[in-house]
């Protein structure tokens, strides 16, 4: 009875709605209603509530006292820029930067921009022009950990940096952001380390959608005026430019009294953080191709960990192309089977630097690049040319 009656109330209320001219519209599978597509377009920026980390406000700013190895001021220069960052340094062994624990150092959550965000800044020469910075952008989380990404040529948009503003940008994606182990739900401050020497002004440091450069910085960059066809030093207890050195936490590299180049590590995996590089040239193009068959890389090399066949380090030629190769240091590359904690001289020819199609005529960098644990010293590294 029952069930007449719930069948004779849907046919009085479908009757109804007939009379009324609503039509009732059959569906099929393939016109079912499309499911809510919301998180296909998502758009993590329009969420993201500190794009700003530095823009006239310096209040959460820290390190902008002078000191032997900086001068640091926030200035204002006109009405377009105003609380700029005006920053002098000449870096020997000490860290030099400043920090900004934007957003009035509450926690940030960057996780959700990493793909597409990034660092983009201003930045302009105080005096006529300056040479190409080598900066190192950390983010650090609040349990102390840190990912690094170095700001270099790519970085640029044009050439050469002068009087005249323009954009620099340092994608997230070219951070070590998962080898690091970094929290990005709960993002403490930026920190910005300079290696070398020179002067900026750095205003409207800024995290948003970061495409980057794609240059072709053979056309825009100056030739190399540094060819190289006699014995050269890169190394004997200074760098001309060099990026790297310092404490981060897993690794400390420093140049030692002794003028050494002291390089401790634990547990690093290939990444920026476990990194540094340096130009002989001032960040010039460096033509190496005259001398590929009667020149070696050199440096000598003592383990202060002990007795072992293997160090852990690879030592990498980069070219303006960002192509490179990598040679691990081992027995081969050595005058002896074993590293001990006497000096070693390590001898590698030129010619095995020719992988990977790296061009020899535009050398950008030397990079000493580290992984698993180790304890080293280094000194006397050059470019020796047999007569």
């Not at 377009?80 to 009035?104: A, C, D, P």
């Not at 033509?287 to 050199?298: F, M």
């Not at 590698?348 to 020899?360: E, G, T």
């Amino acid at each position: 009875m029952d069930a007449i009656m719930k069948t004779l109330g849907i046919t009085f209320v479908l009757l109804v709605m007939i009379g009324c001219g609503i039509e009732m519209e059959t569906l099929s599978l393939n016109e079912l209603p499309e499911e809510n597509t919301a998180s296909e377009s998502f758009n993590a920026f329009e969420y993201f509530r500190a794009p700003t980390v530095f823009e006239n406000d310096p209040t959460d700013v820290w390190g902008m006292e002078k000191d032997p190895h900086k001068d640091f001021k926030i200035v204002n220069l006109d009405e377009m820029h105003k609380n700029v960052l005006e920053l002098k340094w000449n870096r020997t062994s000490e860290w030099v930067g400043f920090g900004i624990g934007w957003n009035k150092w509450l926690a940030k959550d960057l996780s959700d921009i990493t793909e597409e965000g990034g660092f983009i800044f201003d930045v302009r020469a105080i005096e006529n022009q300056t040479g190409i910075p080598t900066l190192i952008f950390l983010i650090e989380d609040y349990s102390g950990v840190m990912s690094a990404g170095v700001v270099g040529s790519e970085s640029l948009e044009r050439y050469p940096i002068n009087e005249e503003w323009q954009t620099f940008k340092l994608p997230l994606s070219s951070f070590d952001l998962k080898s690091s182990g970094i929290d990005l739900t709960n993002i403490k401050q930026l920190l910005v380390e300079f290696q070398g020497s020179g002067q900026l002004y750095i205003d409207n440091i800024r995290l948003l959608p970061c495409e980057p450069y794609r240059h072709e910085w053979k056309e825009e960059f100056p030739s190399s005026e540094f060819t190289v066809d006699e014995s050269v030093n890169i190394f004997d207890g200074n760098f001309d430019q060099v990026w790297g050195l310092g404490d981060f936490g897993t690794r400390n590299y420093i140049i030692t009294p002794r003028k050494t180049l002291e390089m401790k590590w634990d547990d690093t995996s290939i990444s920026a953080i476990s990194s540094m590089g340096t130009s002989w040239a001032n960040w010039r193009f460096i033509d190496l191709s005259s001398v590929i068959d009667k020149a070696s890389l050199t440096f000598d090399v003592q383990n202060l960990k002990g007795v072992d066949q293997e160090l852990g380090l690879e030592v990498v030629l980069q070219d303006y192309n960002y192509r490179e190769t990598a040679i691990k240091i081992n027995g081969s590359t050595s005058s002896m089977s074993d590293f001990t904690k006497e000096w070693v001289k390590v001898d590698i020819p030129l010619s095995d630097f020719m992988k990977n199609k790296v061009d020899m005529k535009a050398i950008k960098q030397l990079i000493l690049r580290t992984t698993g644990s180790g304890h080293i010293e280094i000194r006397d590294i050059n470019i020796r040319v047999n007569e």
